[in-house]
């Protein structure tokens, strides 16, 4: 199994960016996704997750409102879309799959036994 984010960038405070994250060797239709991040100095924490089938999503409150976490299984993708940036939300960020199949939307990290190699956003000021 690879995922593979991308679509990270730089952008002003107030802008938007849409990462995707590219599933292969796994169809992912049976598996919750999440996005992560990860500033400089600081954890990994949790940004969004959406469940299996799509209809259970979870927001971290730093994002709720301004992020949107969706998911296309035919075409084996999820992106997450990122509205209103801020200085704050610059980070590494990554996609990742739960394991246990038809699972929901889990917080923790350890709860994700497949990572993508992560996609940096920066937001300036």
């Known amino acids: 199994v690879q995922l593979q984010a991308s679509g990270g960038g730089l952008v002003q405070a107030g802008g938007s960016l849409r990462l995707s994250c590219l599933v292969s060797r796994r169809t992912i239709n049976m598996y919750a996704m999440g996005w992560f991040r990860q500033a400089p100095g600081k954890e990994r924490e949790f940004v969004a997750g959406i469940s299996w089938s799509g209809r259970g999503t979870v927001y971290a409150e730093s994002v709720k409102g301004r992020f949107i976490i969706s998911r296309d299984n035919a075409n084996n993708t999820g992106w997450l879309q990122m509205n209103s940036l801020r200085p704050e939300d610059t980070a590494v960020y990554y996609c990742?799959?739960?394991?246990?199949?038809?699972?929901?939307?889990?917080?923790?990290?350890?709860?994700?036994?497949?990572w993508g190699q992560g996609t940096l956003v920066t937001v300036s000021s």
């Open positions: 990742a799959s739960r394991g246990l199949r038809f699972s929901s939307v889990e917080i923790s990290a350890g709860s994700y036994d497949t």
